[in-house]
């Protein structure tokens, strides 16, 4: 099992130019938990994905997904 680091969000999201992504830069939360749904993603799917598709999907439904993730948190 491959374990995603929070060094690897942090770059996707700092390539990625959409102000969500920017807040969500400044929240190791956040980033910790993007990491940790990916590897899971991963591990109980086997659909291969990349990390930025995975950030970009929950960048996409952020307002659904709530809580930290909400673009008005």
Same mark, same amino acid.
């Given at each position: %099992? ?11 999201? !700092? ?19 993007? !990491? ?9 799917? =086997?659909?291969? %994905?990349?990390?930025?598709? =995975? ?5 996409? =439904? ?12």
């Amino acid at each position: %099992m491959t374990i995603t680091t929070i060094q690897e969000v942090t770059d996707v999201l !700092a390539d990625i130019d959409d102000n969500l992504a920017r807040k969500w830069l400044k929240n190791d939360i956040i980033k910790k938990n993007l !990491a940790i749904s990916y590897d899971f993603w991963l591990e109980d799917t =086997h659909i291969p %994905m990349t990390l930025k598709e =995975h950030i970009l999907q929950y960048l996409a =439904h952020a307002e659904e997904l709530g809580g930290i993730f909400s673009p008005d948190a």
